[in-house]
C-alpha cells in the first residue's frame, strides 16, 4: 500500500526490440548469414533497456551508478543500460488519502470515531524523493497524527457544527510539515464524526427536551400577550358602555346566524343592554327563514 511506484513495462521499447530482431531475421535469411540477426538481437536488447517512456503526469527519477543525477520524463528517452537506471516515477497529480481515528478522546472527554480525507500533490519530486525514505507512508502517518491532536483541542460539539475550521487546521498542520518534502496538502475534508450510541441516544433526547422547553416558552408568552390584550379591551370598554353593548351585540349576531345553533342569555343582561328588540327581531328573522 505504501511503496513508492516502481517503473511500469511499456510497450514501446518492446515493439522496438521485436523490429530490431524481426529485421536482423530478414536480412540473415537474404544474406544466409547469422551476424545480421545477431545484430538485430543486441541492437534490440539495448532499445529494450534502454527506451524507457514517463506518462504526462510523471517523473522519471534516474540514478548514475547509484547516485541521483536528475528526472526525466513526461515522454521518450534513452538511459545506458547497466550503467543507469529508472529507479521509480512519481506522481504529480492530486491525489486522494483517507485517514482513521478511531476511540479518540475531545477536549470534553468523549470518545469519537473521525473519518478524513487528504487531498495533496508532489510539487517537487527531487524533494519528495530525496528528502524522505516514503512520502505516501509519511503522509498517511502525519495525518493520522494531526487528526488526532487536533481532535484533543476541540469539544465534541465544535466538532459536529464546525466540520469546516477542523478541516482548515489540519490542512495548515499538514502543509507545514510536508513542504519541505516537496509536497502540498490542498484540503482537508472531515467525512464523519461518530460517537458512541449511548451518548446519542442521551444527545438525542436532551434536544427533545429543549425543544419541548421552548414550546412551552412560546406559549407562555402567547398567553401573556392575549391577557395583556384582554386588559386594554377591559380598559376601553371601562370607559365606553356602548362600544361594550354593541360588541355583545356582535357576539350574540355572529352566534345567532349559525345555523342550528342555540344561545342561552340572561335576561339581566338582556335587560342592561337592550337587546330585547333585538333579539326578537332576530328570533322573527330566523323563523321565517
Avoid at 544466409?32 to 529494450?48: A, E, H, M, T
Avoid at 525514505?133 to 457544527?161: D, K
Avoid at 498542520?173 to 484540503?187: A, F, M, R, Y
Avoid at 354593541?246 to 337592550?274: C, D, F, H, Q, W
Amino acid at each position: 500500500m505504501f511503496n513508492v511506484e516502481a517503473p511500469k513495462i511499456n510497450r514501446v521499447p518492446i515493439a522496438v526490440c521485436v523490429v530490431c530482431i524481426s529485421a536482423g531475421a530478414i536480412a540473415s535469411n537474404r544474406t544466409v548469414s547469422p551476424w545480421p540477426l545477431v545484430g538485430g538481437v543486441l541492437i534490440g536488447l539495448y532499445f529494450l533497456f534502454a527506451l524507457k517512456v514517463v506518462q504526462q503526469w510523471e517523473k522519471g527519477v534516474k540514478l548514475r551508478l547509484g547516485r541521483y543525477v536528475g528526472l526525466r520524463g513526461p515522454g521518450l528517452f534513452l538511459i545506458v543500460p547497466v550503467v543507469e537506471t529508472l529507479s521509480m516515477f512519481v506522481d504529480q497529480r492530486v491525489r486522494v488519502t483517507s485517514v482513521t481515528a478511531e476511540s479518540t478522546l475531545t477536549r470534553d472527554t468523549v470518545p469519537v470515531d473521525v473519518n478524513a480525507i487528504v487531498f495533496w500533490l508532489v510539487w517537487n519530486a527531487e524533494k519528495s524523493i530525496l528528502e524522505v525514505e516514503n512520502y505516501l507512508e509519511a503522509i498517511t502517518m502525519s495525518a493520522q497524527s494531526a487528526l488526532r491532536e487536533s481532535i484533543g483541542r476541540h469539544e465534541l460539539a465544535q466538532m459536529i457544527t464546525d466540520r469546516e475550521a477542523l478541516g482548515r487546521e489540519l490542512q495548515k498542520i499538514l502543509d507545514e510539515k510536508t513542504t519541505p518534502w516537496g509536497i502540498t496538502v490542498q484540503s482537508v475534508e472531515i467525512r464523519d464524526v461518530k460517537i458512541p450510541q449511548a451518548l446519542e441516544d442521551a444527545m438525542s433526547r436532551q434536544a427533545q427536551a429543549e425543544r419541548e422547553r421552548q414550546a412551552r416558552i412560546i406559549l407562555g408568552q402567547a398567553e401573556t400577550e392575549i391577557s395583556n390584550s384582554f386588559v386594554q379591551a377591559a380598559s376601553a370598554y371601562a370607559e365606553n358602555p356602548i362600544a361594550l353593548h354593541l360588541r355583545a351585540m356582535n357576539m350574540l349576531y355572529e352566534a345567532i346566524k349559525e345555523k342550528g345553533s342555540m344561545v342561552i342569555v340572561p335576561s339581566s343582561a338582556v335587560e342592561t343592554m337592550g337587546l330585547g328588540g333585538s333579539l326578537a327581531t332576530a328570533s322573527l328573522a330566523k323563523t321565517q327563514g
